[in-house]
């Protein structure tokens, strides 16, 4: 096993380390406090193809590696959760069904306008009562001539509020008060009749990174933009879930490591008793479980993202990446407060924010109980 990165990934991470120190940084307190999303950030990102890492090169892409792409999404999270939050979702969740699912038609008109327009793609899954049991799908869809009718609700929708497009998943239906249909996949664009944003939520964490509910109400979406074929969209679901917790695992990664390096270097600086706190073996021993730890996650992220380049099954491996990446994170950046003291607990030093910003790690593309269920699942089929 090679744990070295080639010369095309040290480059990829000295550059997008940069870019994260010189231009995200700056702002991540700023966009955290005032919930906007970064647009000056994301136009910047997007004129270095950071937005579409993983598009392919014919569509206007950087085809990036799977390693590649998980550091650059936890070199950003190091700094800014959300900014590395708004790169994960539209390459995973958008890009990603897209790419594996598409025409070659939906290639051009919804990978392209990524690289030259700036558009933002979203994922439609989640609904009032289907969450963790995602099967439950109650929005529908109704065919009538050469299109199909959305009627529904998506809650928790990733950048729903900005997004030019989303892969909203329905079960077709011959009339709306069937119970029962094909969960199917439909691309639906911004400026659709019928199709609104409802309510942008109030969030603990990643707040620059907006959440919103989508509303369908006689939404008209053509047959061309359904995504792979009628009653494929739950398998599609949960193959994007599969490849996108592995960059969760990455988010959850940067977090835990911009924390730590918080803590670290404030352990040196900060005085009492006569000397800095970090020759306190206390400290000490924190700060090694601490590093341990990410050093432990980040094995297992790699060794997922390894496993999607050679094409291996994704499913527990990707569990087991986000599983403990994720747990780790919210272990660290409390680690990290409690070492900052009552300066942790303020919003002058950034250790708040990472530890608000981890959380949502334990809980979106599949809880922590769903990961061990995935898990579980694995262990025993056999």
Known sequence: ???????????????????????????????????????????????????GLTIPKEYGGASADPISYIIAVEELSKVCASTGGIIAALNSLFIYPLTAYGTEEQKHRFLTPIIKETK??????T??????????????????????ILNGTKIFISGGDIADFVIVFAKVVKNRSRRRGRITAFIVERGMPGF???TKEKKLGIRASGTAELVFEDCRVP????????????????????????????QALGIAQGAFEAARDYSKE???????ISKFQAIQWMLADMSTQIEAARLL???????????????????????????????????????????GYMKDYPVERYFRDAKITEIYEGTSEIQRLVIANNLLKN
């Open 1 to 51: 096993m090679d744990f070295n990165l080639t010369p095309a990934q040290k480059m990829i991470q000295k550059v997008v380390r940069d870019f994260a120190q010189k231009e995200v940084e700056p702002l991540a307190s700023i966009i955290d406090e005032e919930e906007r999303f970064p647009w000056e950030t994301v136009k910047k990102m997007s004129s270095m193809n950071l937005l």
């Open 120 to 125: 933002i793609g979203a994922f439609g899954l």
């Open 127 to 148: 609904e009032p009562e289907a969450g963790s049991d995602a099967i439950k799908q109650e929005t529908t869809a109704i065919p009538d001539g050469d299109d199909y």
């Open 196 to 198: 609104s944003t409802g």
């Open 223 to 250: 047959k061309e933009n359904i995504l792979g074929d009628i009653g494929d969209g739950f398998n599609i679901a949960m193959d994007t879930l599969d490849n996108g917790r592995i960059s969760i695992g990455a």
């Open 270 to 276: 900060r005085k009492q008793f006569g000397q800095s």
């Open 301 to 343: 992220v790699y060794k997922a993202a390894s496993y999607k380049s050679e094409g291996k099954p994704l499913g527990m491996v990707s569990a087991q990446a986000k599983l403990y990446a994720s747990e780790l994170a919210m272990a660290v950046t409390t680690k990290a407060i409690q070492i900052h003291g009552g300066y």
